[in-house]
């Protein structure tokens, strides 16, 4: 797998990629993207994915497009995974309701260690869940993290709405 570290305005983001695409982002700095932090010139994977980044990260990306590879997860991590990537931009789901859309509407802490486990946080937007009643309640980055996620989304979509 090859690193990079880019700066946000929530702190470092490693990103890791294969040959098929972007299969980790972690907060802070992991060793092996320290060794190299900017690999991005010689490489057009992982240079997408920081542009990407960048763009969400200034308000002027909704959507990422860079391929990603999951390559770990049981079946039920997966399609929360999957689930959560169909969450828009600028809106929250209640792990409950992640649980119900996946078939199990008892799952609701299930969907919570799945998100905990979620490889690929930011782009598969794990911070779009949120606890009953909206209660920001648990993610991997911390909440200020999630809370700065949720309140960047909410208003680049405010903004849109009101042009």
Same mark, same amino acid.
């Given at each position: ?35 190299n ?9 992982? =240079?997408a *994915? +920081?542009?990407?980044?960048? #763009?969400?990260? !200034? ?7 860079v $391929?990603?590879? &999951? ?11 999957a ?6 931009y ?8 992640? =649980?119900? *859309? +996946?078939?199990?509407?008892? #799952?609701?802490? !299930? ?7 979620? $490889?690929?946080? &930011? ?11 909206g ?14 996620l949720?309140?960047?989304?909410a ?9």
């Open positions: 797998m090859r690193w990079t570290v880019l700066d946000t305005p929530i702190g470092a983001l490693s990103v890791g990629a294969d040959e098929v695409g972007v299969c980790r982002v972690r907060f802070g700095p992991v060793e092996a993207a320290t060794e932090p900017s690999p991005t010139a010689d490489d057009p994977l992982l =240079a *994915a +920081v542009a990407e980044l960048r #763009a969400y990260f !200034a308000g002027e990306l909704t959507e990422f497009t $391929p990603l590879h &999951v390559r770990e997860g049981s079946e039920f991590e997966r399609a929360v995974w689930e959560m990537s169909t969450i828009p600028g809106e929250t789901r209640t792990y409950g309701e992640v =649980a119900a *859309a +996946v078939g199990d509407q008892g #799952a609701a802490r !299930a969907v919570g260690v799945a998100c905990n486990r979620n $490889p690929i946080p &930011v782009i598969v937007p794990c911070h779009r869940i949120v606890g009953a009643g209660k920001l309640v648990g993610f991997g980055g911390g909440l200020p993290r999630k809370r700065h949720l309140e960047l989304e208003g680049v979509a405010l903004q849109r709405a009101w042009r």
